[in-house]
């Protein structure tokens, strides 16, 4: 069995979609060493699965709440560990 990898889901609620989050998140990652990916939901919010070394993937999250604040009204998050499943960070 590979190693298992820090794994980070986490659902934005607010003025998350048609205002370019995904994008901007995508972006964001390119500066961390981390896989995942990040979806609109059909419920209005934005759903977050990144992958990577546990300080790595806190990091990001906190730059994306840094960074796009003002569309965010709620994050929920949870986390466990598993073999990877992404090779690169993408929209879904």
């Known amino acids: 069995m590979a190693n ?7 659902h934005f609620s607010g ?4 205002v370019g989050f995904r994008y901007n ?4 990652a390119q500066g961390f060493t981390i ?3 990040v979806k609109n939901l059909p419920d209005g919010r934005v759903h977050l699965i990144a992958e990577g070394a546990e300080a790595e993937v806190r990091e990001f999250l906190k730059e994306i709440q840094s960074q796009l604040c003002h569309h965010i ?4 998050e949870s986390t ?13």
Do not use: W, Y
């Open 80 to 92: 466990s560990t598993g073999p990877a499943q992404f090779r690169d960070f993408h929209i879904g």
């Open 35 to 37: 896989t995942g990916e």
């Open 4 to 10: 298992p990898v820090f794994r980070l889901e986490a």
């Open 15 to 18: 003025r998350v979609q048609n």
């Open 25 to 28: 998140t995508r972006q964001i």
């Open 73 to 76: 009204k709620e994050t929920t």
